[in-house]
């Protein structure tokens, strides 16, 4: 089977650096999305890995190692509006995209 | 504002009644999608179209039904649905769905239903 596994629930401290990450099973591989999702809204996109290394995109980062199944949401400076689920999604050689069920990040003051 | 729109919002329907959820993308996407997210699981993938045609339908009861009159709407048309039907669906939309370049999924608000 394909699965997707990434933690339920992680909690952070407002200004902190926070790691969630993410390992993959899937048939084949193309890529792998990171979405944040606020509670009762849609999820938006946040990243795209495909090959090897470590993406910075403001106070944001996503690391991928194909070779591991493995990729990490960093997200630095925590701020109270951080505080929402991000989900993993895997591209697999079907082009057909695995979902793993978020974690839950909860910023306290 | 993702430039997908879903109507309702809300919907609680009777487990007799035929209600219709509708999804509309203003992004010129050539790709629709219908997910189903029930509290802690994944994003359920229901129904795909490409360029009006589903490519995708993974298992789904017939009690789901979807219409994608154009590459600009889609719809999910429900009927005699059952209580463990209650999640959020997510309408999406990207440019492409089939094998090529992987394009990001731009997601709508999603239609919170509850079947009693």
């Known amino acids: 089977g394909q699965n997707i596994d990434q933690p339920t629930e992680m909690t952070a401290t407002e200004g902190a650096i926070v790691q969630i990450n993410c390992t993959y099973q899937?048939?084949?591989?193309?890529?792998l999305f990171w979405y944040q999702q606020h509670a009762g809204e849609a999820p938006t996109f946040l990243s795209y890995?495909?090959l090897d290394g470590l993406e910075e995109k403001g106070r944001f980062s996503s690391f991928l190692s194909r070779s591991k199944g493995y990729s990490y949401l960093l997200l630095k400076e925590l701020q109270m509006k951080d505080s929402a689920s991000y989900l993993c999604?895997?591209?697999?050689?079907?082009?057909?995209?695995?979902w793993g069920a978020g974690t839950k990040l909860i910023i306290k003051p | 504002e993702t430039g997908v729109t879903q109507t309702p919002r809300h919907l609680v329907m009777g487990m007799t009644n035929k209600k219709s959820l509708k999804c509309e993308q203003h992004l010129g996407h050539n790709a629709m999608y219908w997910y189903k997210q029930s509290a802690k699981k994944p994003l359920e993938l229901m129904f795909v179209y490409n360029f009006k045609e589903q490519t995708e339908n993974n298992s789904v009861p017939s009690r789901f039904s979807p219409e994608c009159p154009n590459s600009s709407h889609l719809f999910l048309h429900l009927h005699t649905l059952q209580p463990e039907d209650s999640a959020l669906y997510l309408c999406?939309?990207?440019?492409?769905?089939?094998?090529?370049?992987?394009?990001?999924?731009?997601f709508g608000p999603g239609t919170r239903l509850t079947v009693t």
């Open positions: 899937t048939s084949g591989f193309n890529g």
């Open positions: 890995n495909v």
């Open positions: 999406a939309s990207s440019q492409d769905s089939t094998s090529g370049p992987s394009y990001e999924q731009y």
């Open positions: 999604a895997v591209i697999n050689s079907n082009y057909q995209l695995i």
